[in-house]
């Protein structure tokens, strides 16, 4: 069975720096997908990033970026240019190719973005 | 983008009683429908798979004569938590699969507290 496992209960930054949270996963899958969602304190599941096993060029949206090693079965995510708005709880997911649609979750990182 | 409604927001109610809860995907269909709970400072939990016009797929250890669910349509799932007890209070969350955009939508979850 799948596994996606978050090392680091909670993570800290100052506000302007960079911060990366990590997050391994285990498949025997060659087709799958990765994402990290963003849980802020009003409890809503915003998705930050996906990342396809497919492709080999790590995805991008704005100041996040993620490291896909899909050899070491590594998917972090790193966030550039913290601001407080990006304190939450990041869920690291997985989900295998094909019409199997459901998500597998990391134990998630909370973010505290120091001012 | 796609968005997931969730109703009631919060409910309180009194043990031995019904609760029902609706989960609409709102500019799209969803064949595919997902009821997660979520503890404090927890990951999502999967409960159950809410198949339109089927029956629900519910995890190991969920009771599903408890949580009731009916996806009667491609825009509305409902979970029904039967003769709630004080341990039924939690966080309650329903997301929908976009097979166009290929991720999952969250709805903003349904606090649950039984008294």
């Known amino acids: 069975a799948q596994t996606v496992t978050q090392s680091q209960p909670e993570m800290s930054v100052q506000e302007a720096e960079t911060v990366t949270l990590s997050c391994t996963y285990d498949?025997?899958?060659?087709?799958?997908?990765l994402f990290w969602y963003k849980q802020p304190p009003s409890r809503q599941m915003i998705l930050v990033i996906r990342?396809?096993?497919?492709k080999q060029q790590n995805a991008t949206e704005n100041r996040f970026s993620v490291n896909f090693q899909k050899a070491a079965k590594s998917f972090s995510l790193k966030i550039s240019d913290s601001q407080l708005g990006d304190a939450a709880m990041y869920f690291c997911?997985?989900?295998?190719?094909?019409?199997?649609?459901?998500?597998?979750w990391g134990a998630g990182t909370k973010l505290i973005i120091k001012p | 983008g796609a968005v997931v409604s969730q109703h009631p927001s919060w409910v309180i109610c009194k043990s031995g009683t019904s609760v029902k809860i609706e989960c609409r995907s709102l500019d799209f269909q969803a064949t595919t429908m997902f009821w997660y709970r979520q503890f404090p400072k927890q990951s999502l939990m999967l409960m159950a798979t809410?198949?339109?016009?089927?029956?629900?797929?519910?995890e190991q250890g969920v009771e599903k004569d408890k949580f009731l669910i009916n996806h009667a349509s491609l825009t509305l799932s409902t979970l029904t938590v039967t003769s709630a007890h004080p341990e039924d209070s939690s966080f309650y969350i329903c997301?929908?699969?976009?097979?166009?955009?290929?991720?999952?939508?969250f709805g903003p979850g349904t606090r649950l507290t039984v008294t």
């Open positions: 997301s929908a699969w976009g097979t166009v955009t290929y991720e999952q939508y």
């Open positions: 809410s198949n339109e016009g089927s029956k629900a797929t519910y």
């Open positions: 990342q396809e096993a497919y």
């Open positions: 997911a997985y989900k295998e190719g094909g019409s199997n649609y459901q998500l597998i």
């Open positions: 498949t025997s899958e060659s087709d799958y997908y």
